[in-house]
């Protein structure tokens, strides 16, 4: 998946869309990424749907996407379906992407109608409501070992006109040594001949097993060599887990620092703050630029490894930060293997005066777990009942989105609900 970022990355310079396109292509290919490790290790049906927020141009923090995780998976392979909508300041939908992310490996026993080797798909939706393909990557693979990945796309969607159907941008090759990924190289279409031409080769150092240093180097057609372009360093805990990634940039025939990205993980390995820091001096000293906490609440665990919110800050001036976004992740149905099928409860839920009003006949009695959180991720209330109460008192509580979760012995529901 991180080649096609990459080579989109390079390609959508000259599209205000596009770069919308990229920047939700890169958050939730990120977010999918770090959960394929998880997603492996069990198998069933997972719905996670995903809730996020931005600050607008006048510094207020609004609903600013919503998106939705379907995944298959048999214990090894997967099959992955996103659908995102973004929205503008006026909460009017702006871009809606659909992608499907899916695994040569058993892909025909989990049902899917899928090419015969690792694929992605990326559809984009037009003005009268359809589904159209954008993107689509294909891989080959020499056993385990990924050799080739082919993107193809849709240029006259990329650039905001109709679409001309797919056509191939680029193609990366991995290059081996031994069982470890020594070097890959990609080419990708010339706007200028139409053809395929050199375009970097990434080169990959290790040590113990592990990737200790990624040199990209980008491929000059006046000189017909490969230039020196950015470095990525990395550093690991006695875990493995990777707790520092550095970035060089080559300037004036030197590498010079310019950004590192620092990682915390707790006992389960899993990550769970990250900070973004600056440097303008060449790594002498270093200045915050943003950080996220990742939270996974134990009351109510989310599959597959995903956490319950992420809470984004960007550093404003001295030790000030400022709240710059969230993103809560809720269940909206997961089925495991092996296990009872769970339940969804239908419930309604309202603000009134200073109580919430809760509304069902679903719900059974006892081990009765509720908990209200508010959309920058905080933990607002919390508490166990014997039963579902049909009133809980919630004075002093600011104007918002907040987030109400029931669990009982019979299944769980959630409820988004607005306080104005």
């Known amino acids: ?49 995903e809730e996020s927020t ?74 009268t409501g359809t589904f159209l393909p954008y993107v689509a990557s294909y891989s080959d693979f020499d056993g385990d070992k990924i050799i080739q990945t082919k993107t193809f796309i849709d240029f006259g969607i990329l650039f905001g006109d109709d679409p001309i159907g797919l056509y191939l941008g680029s193609i990366v090759d991995f290059h081996y040594d031994g069982d470890a990924l020594d070097y890959k190289t990609k080419q990708q279409i010339s706007f200028n001949t139409g053809l395929l031409e050199k375009y970097d ?6 040590e113990n097993s592990q990737k200790v240093e990624e040199t990209n180097y980008i491929y000059e057609s006046d000189s017909l060599i490969y230039i020196p372009s950015e470095k ?57 630029d943003s950080r996220d906490s990742i939270i996974y609440d134990s009351f109510n665990p989310m599959y597959l490894g995903f956490p319950n919110r992420v809470i984004s800050e960007t550093l404003t001036g001295g030790d000030n930060w400022q709240l710059s976004g969230t993103d809560v992740y809720t269940d909206c149905g997961s089925i495991p293997d092996n296990t009872k ?22 719900f059974g009695s006892g081990n009765v777990k509720i908990q209200l959180v508010d959309i920058q991720g905080r933990i607002i209330f ?13 004075s002093g509580l600011n104007e918002g989105v907040y987030v109400l979760t029931i669990n009982t012995k019979d299944g769980f529901g959630t409820k988004k609900l607005i306080k104005k």
């Open 54 to 127: 931005g600050l607008n141009d006048s510094g207020e923090l609004i609903t600013t996407g919503n998106g939705k995780y379907t995944i298959k998976t048999n214990g090894n392979n997967v099959f992955i379906s996103v659908y995102i909508e973004e929205y503008d300041e006026e909460g009017d939908t702006s871009v809606t992407l659909s992608k499907i992310y899916s695994s040569h490996r058993f892909a025909k026993d989990l049902g899917e109608n899928i090419e015969e080797n690792d694929s992605l798909f990326i559809f984009a939706k037009d003005s």
């Open 341 to 362: 099928e769970v339940n969804k409860l239908n419930f309604d839920a309202r603000f009134a005066n200073e109580s919430i009003i809760i509304d069902s006949n679903d």
């Open 382 to 394: 919390q508490k166990d009942f014997d039963e579902v109460p049909t009133i809980i008192h919630s």
């Open 201 to 206: 080769s990434t080169v990959f150092k290790y």
């Open 232 to 288: 990525k360093l990395f550093s690991y805990d006695d875990n493995g887990n990777n707790i520092k990634e550095e970035v060089l940039n080559y300037l004036g025939n030197s590498w010079i620092y310019d950004n590192r990205t620092n990682y915390e993980f707790d006992l389960k390995n899993r990550e769970v703050f990250s900070l973004q820091e600056k440097t303008y001096n060449n790594g002498e000293t270093w200045v915050g």
């Open 1 to 49: 998946m991180k080649n096609l970022l990459l080579f989109l990355l390079v390609l959508l310079f000259g599209s205000v869309q596009a770069q919308s396109f990229q920047k939700i292509i890169d958050k939730e290919f990120s977010s999918i990424s770090k959960q394929l490790k998880n997603i492996e290790a069990r198998s069933g049906e997972y719905k996670i749907c």
